[in-house]
T-cell receptor
Framework: DAGITQSPRYKITETGRQVTLMCHQTWSHSYMFWYRQDLGHGLRLIYYSAAADITDKGEVPDGYVVSRSKTENFPLTLESATRSQTSVYFC??????????????FGDGTRLSIL | KQEVTQIPAALSVPEGENLVLNCSFTDSAIYNLQWFRQDPGKGLTSLLLIQSSQREQTSGRLNASLDKSSGRSTLYIAASQPGDSATYLCAVGYNNNDMRFGAGTRLTVKP
C-alpha cells in the first residue's frame, strides 16, 4: 500500500547501544524528515533530507545520524543511545516543500525507550 | 526564537457544540501553517494547510483562519462529534524545511 511506514513500532534498548529506526515511503517524495515528540515540547525536527544523498541538521541533531542512499528510505541511527533520547520518533515526507501548498505526511511513529 | 503556543491544552465539550482551537506564534514571517490531528498511538494527519498569502481554508466542518499580523490562527470545528476526539496540533512553517509545532490541544467530545 502507498504511504509511509516506520519500523519498529516499539523498541526497548539500553544506554550505550546503537539503534536504527527505519522509514520507508512509497510516494517518491523528495523531502523526508525525522522528528521527536516529547511531552511539553511538541514535535522537534532532528534531521531532514531534500533528496537522495542530501541531508541536513534540524533543531535537535546531536546524538543522531541519518543517511539517504535511496529516495524511499531515510533511516535514523542513535549511535550510542542515552536515556534523554527516550521519545516517540516520527518520520514524514513531502513532495515539494518549495511549494508552500504541499503538506507533510507522517508515519505512525516509533516509541523508543532507553533503559 | 520562533515559538508556537496552543491554548487551551485540553478541552471537553458536549456533542453538537461548535468550538474554536487557538494557535499563536511569535514570528509572523511565516511560509505556511498547518493544522494536524493526532489520534493516540498514531501519526499526524494533515487537516488544513494555509499558505502565507491566504486568510483561511475550509474542509467540511473544519475552518482554519490565519492572521499573520497578530500572530494567530484558529481552527473552528462545527457541530462536533465524538469521532472528533483527538489531539489537534498547529504547525507553523518558516521555510520548506523548518516547521515549528505547538504542544497541541487535546479535545474530548462527549456523547
Amino acid at each position: 500500500d502507498a504511504g509511509i511506514t516506520q519500523s519498529p513500532r516499539y523498541k526497548i534498548t539500553e544506554t550505550g547501544r546503537q539503534v536504527t529506526l527505519m522509514c520507508h515511503q512509497t510516494w517518491s517524495h523528495s523531502y523526508m524528515f525525522w522528528y521527536r515528540q516529547d511531552l511539553g515540547h511538541g514535535l522537534r525536527l532532528i534531521y531532514y533530507s531534500a533528496a537522495a544523498d542530501i541531508t541536513d541538521k534540524g533543531e535537535v541533531p546531536d546524538g543522531y545520524v541519518v543517511s539517504r542512499s535511496k529516495t524511499e528510505n531515510f533511516p535514523l541511527t542513535l549511535e550510542s543511545a542515552t536515556r534523554s533520547q527516550t521519545s516517540v520518533y516520527f518520520c514524514a515526507s513531502s513532495e515539494n516543500p518549495g511549494n508552500s501548498n504541499q503538506p507533510q505526511h507522517f508515519g505512525d511513529g516509533t516509541r523508543l525507550s532507553i533503559l | 526564537k520562533q515559538e508556537v503556543t496552543q491554548i487551551p491544552a485540553a478541552l471537553s465539550v458536549p456533542e453538537g457544540e461548535n468550538l474554536v482551537l487557538n494557535c499563536s506564534f511569535t514570528d509572523s514571517a511565516i511560509y505556511n501553517l498547518q493544522w494536524f490531528r493526532q489520534d493516540p498511538g498514531k501519526g499526524l494527519t494533515s487537516l488544513l494547510l494555509i499558505q502565507s498569502s491566504q486568510r483561511e481554508q475550509t474542509s467540511g466542518r473544519l475552518n482554519a483562519s490565519l492572521d499573520k499580523s497578530s500572530g494567530r490562527s484558529t481552527l473552528y470545528i462545527a457541530a462536533s462529534q465524538p469521532g472528533d476526539s483527538a489531539t489537534y496540533l498547529c504547525a507553523v512553517g518558516y521555510n520548506n524545511n523548518d516547521m515549528r509545532f505547538g504542544a497541541g490541544t487535546r479535545l474530548t467530545v462527549k456523547p
